[in-house]
């Protein structure tokens, strides 16, 4: 694939909305299942509240919340859950108009529901995140790394385009994208900006994937390079005054992203930036709908989840960082920025 890349005809929102729609039945059975509804049908609870009575994961438990405010069956208010209208309808067991039975003959047909049931019920213990144990273990093979390469491409490049074309570069002369994967991002940014050089900063085999697919013959050869580096056990490349991250805090837990905002606070000079490209949940984290959707997806394959401004925020200035802003760049991305003092 090569070539430059123009902003699509219309925006993705249509296309993120039917994927990620895949787990809007599945938050409400589950929820029926194990009672949440009738349990605040009775009366409101908070979020320990809810973990204790019902003995769940808290981080799963946290995700099927925010779906739940996010569909509108629930509310979240000052960290108490009241069910909505429509829940006392048509969701409450003993209502005239419980849709139960109907519900409980699809969920048994529903994997992700079966997946969310055992997330759930696994107590406070840490889950696998299967879908980021190459980066964990620093070794994904050849083929594999193909197959990733065009996955995420094919869900960024909208948002590469958009936020090329934002402005949150301007200024930026020489950009290490941190896990790159396919380089859409630091290809795109090269594009829009000709005085920016890029590198795609990712394993071995990812690196050679996003160079035989993507970086060659995309006319910004000469400008974007890649480094094969593991970022959890390696030492970062020098000399770059912007580290750009797209969807990879979303992979991680806080103490993880820790560990990277601090990597990428040293390996910065004084002024420069850190960029962290990612779908923002609600301060009060009970939606935007896809994003919460979203969310659920990283329950159900990493150990991360979509993250609020404020907790990113909070990672930033942990590590060092100052004057942490976002940017929305597309319908559903932000890009949230910080500076090296």
């Not at 039917?18 to 049908?41: K, N, Q, R, V, Y």
């Not at 519900?103 to 696998?128: A, I, P, R, W």
């Not at 930026?172 to 795109?188: E, T």
Request: aromatic share 10%; charged share 20%.
């Amino acid at each position: 694939m090569s070539g430059y890349y123009e902003a699509p005809s219309v925006d993705d929102r249509a296309i993120w909305d039917l994927w990620l729609s895949m787990h809007h039945l599945p938050a409400a059975t589950a929820a029926e299942e194990l009672g949440i509804f009738d349990a605040l049908c009775e009366t409101p609870l908070s979020f320990d509240d809810l973990a204790a009575k019902f003995s769940l994961n808290r981080r799963a438990l946290s995700a099927l919340m925010a779906m739940l405010c996010a569909l509108k069956l629930t509310t979240r208010r000052e960290g108490v859950y009241r069910p909505t209208a429509v829940t006392r309808d048509y969701l409450k067991s003993d209502s005239e108009y419980f849709w139960g039975p109907l519900l409980s003959s699809y969920k048994n047909e529903s994997s992700v529901h079966k997946q969310l049931m055992e997330l759930l019920k696994q107590g406070d213990t840490d889950m696998s995140g299967r879908h980021v144990e190459g980066w964990a273990a620093g070794k994904i093979e050849a083929e594999t790394a193909k197959f990733i390469a065009r996955f995420m491409h094919a869900h960024s490049l909208p948002a590469a385009v958009a936020a090329a074309r934002s402005g949150v570069y301007d200024g930026v002369k020489k950009f290490l994208d941190v896990g790159g994967g396919s380089g859409v991002f630091a290809i795109a940014a090269a594009q829009r900006h000709p005085d920016l050089a890029a590198t795609v900063m990712d394993l071995d085999t990812m690196c050679a994937a996003a160079q035989e697919i993507f970086i060659e013959g995309s006319g910004v050869e000469t400008r974007v390079d890649t480094a094969a580096v593991d970022m959890f056990r390696e030492d970062w490349p020098q000399g770059y005054d912007a580290l750009f991250f797209s969807n990879i805090f979303h992979d991680w837990n806080e103490d993880t992203n820790a560990v990277l905002a601090k990597k990428s606070f040293d390996a910065l000079p004084s002024g420069g930036r850190i960029f962290l490209h990612e779908m923002l949940m609600n301060d009060n984290e009970d939606g935007p709908l896809t994003t919460a959707s979203f969310s659920m997806l990283m329950l159900r394959g990493t150990k991360g989840k979509q993250y609020t401004l404020r907790e990113l925020g909070g990672i930033l200035e942990g590590a060092g960082f100052a004057g942490v802003a976002a940017t929305q760049t597309s319908p559903y991305y932000s890009v949230v920025s910080a500076r090296k003092p």
